[in-house]
């Protein structure tokens, strides 16, 4: 037997003996979402619990699982039986349901959201399998497959999921079959663009020269989206193996890693990843004797939107400003340190160990004619179940927003994918199947899978401003149309904003969105207008309504709104009295209150606070300047 | 050079390439980067204090002044954008009387505006030092505030 395999059956019988555990097994999702939410808290008061009640569990902190919107998340297995799933769990209901299990020997399931049982038995009566949940039953796990399952911490966990079976196939393959059998797939470049995997790796493995270089770009900086975070918080390996596969494919001689230096959870894991690699001859010197020599350093990006852009990053690393440069030569040809270079997303690394282990045409049958295989996304905003999802490519919009994310509260108005460089789609455009020409042809993009809900409580005219505002402070300025074009954008979108521009700014705006879009030198500039470009096109009766009535439809923006009181509601109970901090409200208790507009400067804490009756901002409502009610 | 710096530099060749990640370790340390610290590193990479700023400034995670001891970081993804994070900015701004990207005169707050905290299913977020706020409120806000010290 050699090296690998006794690794790998000391491995199988640590997660075989973690499943059918002699005691008790709690599991934490305690990715940076768990975390906002209270994980650790939770974490906490589980400990104490244990320890008050003198009961011994193990307790397995895991990533996070995807329905973000349900955390702190708690498994708790009990011994032989499959884990079962709580939400919302904080420190309180914590106590309350280890109490439950432990005092009384049986789960609470009543107050459980699902199990991880076998799919067709139901031990635990009418309590739904995880996976059958609405959120979850649309999507096909490939990449996050281990996402919330295992310790990210503990490489044999990995390895007892069949993990590092994708570079033992791809040393079995060789280089060129490996490009071959990328190419059968169908992989596409999982951070925007979608340029087919393959061909990029084609033009560097057959470029001159010794030395080449492989970059996961880790940098996602696109503000509303944490798929890439995400990823690597709950499967690093997973990332780190598809490294493995991309730069033994190329030939590359060195591998680098560039993170947002804003994740720090994530870089632990990766650190605590590549030692454990190191101690089972995974990286470094003659890996798994394949008589091949491959290193991975981590670099934290040191926070520049632009460095997303592959020559950008390329300059970052060398030390420089992430400023881009015009190609060619492509980083394949020439990139860092002036050598051959492979620059992939993370998502596509995580996504190539399933490609050679599962083989090409497994992965194919998933996704469209184009577009194979699945994506993740990032699904936020006003939808009722946010968090992180995987879907074949195709899946419709509709499919995404209603059946996974359970819609809207207020009803639906658009979804911005893509991020900044993307656009604005409106409800016509729900049965688009989400691949990357569709959503060209709609005149977003696919970005790197940022997907954001607006209801009819959000201002696209905003959202618009929002995006440039971003995208201006970010240009790294080297450009002109970029650095001035975009300022430009910002100050008539302010003015629309303010109630202060006229029918024909639209008209300059729209021809300065044209002219930043086709002028610019690197893709931030090429797709910052983007925003602008399609809310103009599938919203102008909004832009119309700011210029011409000074009215705001989606009261948002501030200088077109007032806030008051309903008298008719109102019943005097003085907490919008006591939040509000310049005085502006007043009145005695039980009497409907006075808002004084002269000094209110509408921060919203009335608005908030107003509640009581059940019906949460009912006694104040927002008032548009430019409607009588 | 100080004992300080020699750890700082102690894992690194001196090659440009190290720039970004020796500002990184001087950040960690002091909390910023300082006239002193950029000299100390332009001796030892052998390049200009310019060199050093320029690189330095064009990204958003260094600063150059004296952190404050409590860190409220906004977060201005788009998520947060959409559920009302601009409005928490304001109610920060009135509540500690600066601006984003200014300390208070006594040192007690630093108040900052961060694209994205990555926790965007949880919106709108608030950041305090190392705690994370998840669905944060004008109100909720100021009642956190209080607990810092």
Redesign the interface.
């Known amino acids: 037997m050699n090296n690998f395999e006794s690794i790998q059956k000391k491995a199988k019988a640590k997660w075989e003996a973690l499943q059918h555990n002699d005691i008790p097994t709690i599991f934490l999702g305690a990715a940076?979402?768990g975390?906002?939410?209270g994980a650790m808290q939770t974490l906490e008061a589980i400990y104490q619990t244990l320890d008050e009640h003198k009961v011994e569990a193990k307790v397995v902190q895991v990533g996070c699982i995807g329905p973000?919107?349900l955390?702190p998340l708690v498994d708790i297995a009990l011994p032989g039986k499959p884990r079962v799933s709580f939400s919302n769990v904080d420190p309180k209901k914590a106590k309350a349901i280890l109490e439950a299990t432990f005092l009384k020997g049986e789960l609470p399931l009543q107050r459980a959201v699902g199990h991880f049982g076998e799919k067709d038995d139901s031990p635990f009566g009418e309590l739904p399998h995880f996976f059958k949940l609405p959120m979850l039953e649309p999507q096909v796990r490939i990449v996050l497959r281990n996402c919330g399952f295992i310790n990210p911490e503990d490489i044999d966990h990995y390895i007892a999921r069949d993990g590092y079976q994708g570079i033992l196939k791809a040393f079995e393959l060789g280089s060129e079959k490996i490009i071959e059998e990328v190419k059968k797939s169908g992989l596409r470049g999982r951070g925007g663009a979608g340029f087919p995997t393959f061909k990029k790796w084609q033009i560097c493995r057959n470029a001159e020269g010794d030395e080449k270089y492989l970059i996961c770009n880790a940098d996602?900086?696109?503000?509303?989206?944490?798929m890439n975070?995400s990823l690597i918080e709950g499967d690093p390996h997973a990332v780190l193996e598809g490294m493995l596969i991309a730069a033994y494919a190329i030939g590359a001689t060195h591998g680098y890693i560039y993170i947002r230096?804003?994740?720090p959870l994530a870089i632990a894991r990766l650190r605590n990843g590549l030692a454990q690699m190191r101690e089972y001859g995974l990286i470094g010197k003659n890996i798994l004797n394949s008589g091949w020599d491959f290193d991975i350093n981590i670099?934290?990006g040191?926070?520049?939107?632009v460095c997303g852009e592959e020559t950008a990053l390329i300059a970052?690393?060398?030390?420089?400003?992430?400023m881009p440069r015009s190609r060619p030569p492509f980083p394949a040809i020439s990139g860092l340190f002036g050598k051959p270079t492979i620059i992939n997303n993370t998502e596509t690394l995580g996504t190539l160990p399933n490609i050679l282990r599962n083989g090409a045409d497994w992965y194919s049958q998933y996704g469209t004619q184009e577009s194979h295989g699945t994506k993740t996304f990032?699904?936020?905003?006003?939808v009722r179940r946010?968090?992180?999802i995987e879907v074949p490519l195709g899946t419709t919009l509709r499919r995404i927003i209603f059946d996974i994310g359970g819609g809207t509260l207020k009803p639906f108005k658009a979804v911005?994918t893509g991020?900044?460089s993307g656009g604005c789609l409106s409800e016509e455009f729900l049965d688009l199947p989400v691949d990357y020409e569709s959503l060209t042809s709609a005149g977003s993009i696919m970005g790197s899978g940022?997907l954001?809900i607006?209801d009819e409580d959000?201002c696209v005219v905003d959202?618009a401003r929002?995006?440039l505002d971003?995208t201006q402070k970010e240009s790294?300025g080297k450009c002109t149309p970029c650095r001035v074009g975009t300022r430009h954008m910002v100050e008539i979108l302010e003015k629309i904003t303010r109630g202060e521009a006229d029918l024909e700014m639209l008209t300059k705006l729209q021809n300065l969105a044209e002219t930043v879009k086709r002028g610019s030198l690197c893709g931030l500039g090429q797709t910052a207008p983007n925003p602008v470009l399609t809310t103009l096109k599938y919203f102008r009766d909004e832009y119309v309504s700011h210029v011409k009535d000074k009215y705001c439809p989606a009261t948002v923006c501030r200088e077109l709104l007032e806030y008051r009181v309903i008298p008719g509601k109102c019943t005097g109970c003085q907490r919008c009295v006591s939040?509000c901090?310049t005085g502006a409200i007043t009145g005695p208790r039980s009497e409907p209150h006075n808002l004084d507009p002269s000094k209110c400067?509408k921060?919203?804490?009335c608005y908030?606070?107003c509640r009581f009756d059940a019906i949460a901002g009912d006694a104040i409502v927002i008032r548009s300047k430019g409607r009588a009610s | 050079m100080t004992e300080e710096f020699k750890e700082i530099f102690e894992n690194f060749q001196g090659k440009e390439s190290d720039l970004i990640p020796i500002l990184q370790k001087t950040q960690e340390k002091f909390g910023y980067i300082s006239q002193e610290a950029t000299q100390e590193i332009s001796r030892f990479l052998k390049t200009s204090e310019n060199e050093i700023y320029g690189v330095a400034s064009f990204y958003a995670q260094f600063r150059f002044s004296k952190p404050g001891r409590n860190v409220i970081k906004i977060c201005m993804g788009t998520a947060c954008h959409v559920k009302g994070g601009e409005i928490l900015c304001d109610a920060v701004e009135r509540e500690i009387g600066i601006k984003p990207g200014q300390v208070t005169p006594d040192s007690k707050y630093e108040f900052r505006r961060v694209a994205c905290l990555g926790c965007c299913a949880l919106a709108p977020v608030v950041q305090i030092n190392d705690d994370v706020y998840s669905q944060m409120t004008v109100v909720k806000l100021r009642e956190t505030l209080a607990h810092y010290e």
Do not use: W
Not at chain 1, 378 to 382: D, E, M
């Open positions: 940076s979402c975390r906002a939410a973000c919107y955390e996602e900086g696109d503000p509303g989206a944490f975070r230096a804003e994740y670099k934290e040191a926070g520049a939107f970052s690393v060398e030390g420089k400003r992430g990032s699904l936020v905003g006003k946010t968090g992180l911005q991020g900044p940022g954001i607006m959000t959202l929002y995006f971003f790294c939040v901090p400067i921060c919203r804490a908030e606070i």
